[in-house]
């Protein structure tokens, strides 16, 4: 196991306003059957095949043709750079778990070649390179300079908390300090059209320590909505309102999850009152309005944006796989801040749900969008011209370790639940390592082993997920009933506090039945329909696991039972549901598409066992219909 001496995905160690502080990516080590396997495949195949891409496709061209070794053209779209980027992040939180000496030179080389890139007055950006010099900063709404700039600035903050290299902290520097010079208090004020360095620039203020870039951030954010209009006051671009004034999830989705990920940092640091409101009021907005059950993110494919409220349409969801990923990295800034456990609800709901169908099973393939029904028709690639999504995925995967605990001046707080190692260092200087054994997400029983614990009290704050019934779980301590740690409210974290031993073992049992879930009403494509969840899993039913007709034309019956039974998709196990239901007569429309309206009941149905797999896993065998909601209909 690596010694702990990586640095965390984004550190709050001394931000005075946070309330937890994360561990070390390397402090962790999943032991378990499903994200060990994932990670270390993120490793052997899609973090190389990524890098593979950048390079056929020219994305690392345009950094040796801005640095003079070749000749040519700009190849590929003006933001190709952030891939780039964002493949050095992923690659770096993977050292940190894992040293590889083969991928440690390739990140070098392409280091190597991004610093040689880089101007002599900071500047870098390969797109604006020669002839386009001259139209630096011109179009900030549009032509994503800062955006670039801030995923260097993750990527770097990452190589040197992986690594303990300077190589590329030092050039994302150099680059902050151009921006200060551009935007800073002597400069003009300006922000990106797309949100990313504001959350880039506040890690480069905790690694540095030099606070002209937590001002910069916070500037960036206090540019949009002000008069005169820096981004055409447009809501795409969500600068129709001053940050400190939004209240509803608007425009380009990543873009203002990504403003949620800076705003929250900034509150990290400086305790804004009224950008925390504004945080509250939007996740409000988001979780309650316009999340999908999958917690994916963002309905229209117009704009890559949020929709109304309610707008939440299966066939034609876009729910982007980077829209799930900002709100990953939202939801856990909001928990560091808070330590409150709906952070870690959401947070799980979409890794599970929807960000993880955007990956193939075998690691090689992507989805871009994520609709809740399909046809058969929308298939994962392998790469993409806009190429957004697959880094994104590979560098969440890589510092997943990171997500499982954090810590507080108490104790130890568990936020996902996955057979692990962990070896801590309390605020106060006290080392607690802990192993933890659990089958989850498949089955909620989770043993942690306490194997090393200070000589004094401290607290092991334990998460009860939203799904799991209040009244049905259990809490052991050392074989004892210990279940009256249990009370409260539903989903808080539940605090066990003593003298822990060496030894001492804990046992949570969360029974995971399948839930049948129903939408608001005015959700109007889930009218009449439920959608299966057991733990934190949503499920669909595929076609190829139902040949008893149409996927499309499968419903439950209102007293739908269900069995659980382990399946293999594409040679991986999951647990699948099963249920005696009812599939629609095939004559029953014939090519009608009206017809007047008849209460639909289970005489046009016959009866048909129905499979339901995890979401996350369709789309990896032969292709055909699938849906997430799924009509009921009712025996009367
Ligand atoms: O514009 C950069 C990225 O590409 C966005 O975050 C995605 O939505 C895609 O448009
Ligand atoms: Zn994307």
Redesign the pocket.
Known sequence: MADGASGPIVDTTASPCARLRPLPVAAVRPTDEFWAPRIARNRVATIPSQLAQCKATGRVDNFRRASGKIGGEFQGIYFNDSDVYKWAEAAAWSLATYPDPALEAELDGVVAEIAAAQQPDGYLNTYFMFERAKERFRNLKDMHEIYCAGHLFQAAVAHFRATGKRTLLDVACRLADHLVTQFGPDGRIGACGHEEAEMGLVELFRTTRDARYLDLARRMIEARGQTPAVLGRSPYHQDHAPFAKQRKMTGHA?RHLYLCCGAADVVAETGDAAYLAALDALWHNFTLRQMYITGGAGSRHEGEAFGDDYELPNERAYT????AIGSVMWNWRMLLLTGLPQYADVLELALYNAVLPGLSLDGTRYF?ENPLADRGGHRRQEWFG?A??PP?VARLLASLPGYLYSIADEGVYVHLYASSEAALTLPTGDTVRLREETDYPWNGEITIHIDEAPDREITLFLRVPFWADEAESQLFLNGDDATNFLTGEPGAYRAVRRLWRAGDIVRLVLPMPVECIESHPHVTSNRGRVALQRGPLVYCIEQADNPNGDAWDLALTDDSTFSTERLEIAGHSVIALRTDGLVRNANAWADALYAPYAPENSEDFSPATLTAIPYYAWANREAGPMQVWIPVVSDQ
């Not at 982007?320 to 829209?323: H, K, L, M, P, S």
């Open positions: 990543v982007e796989t980077c829209a871009y806009c957004c999504c994104n």
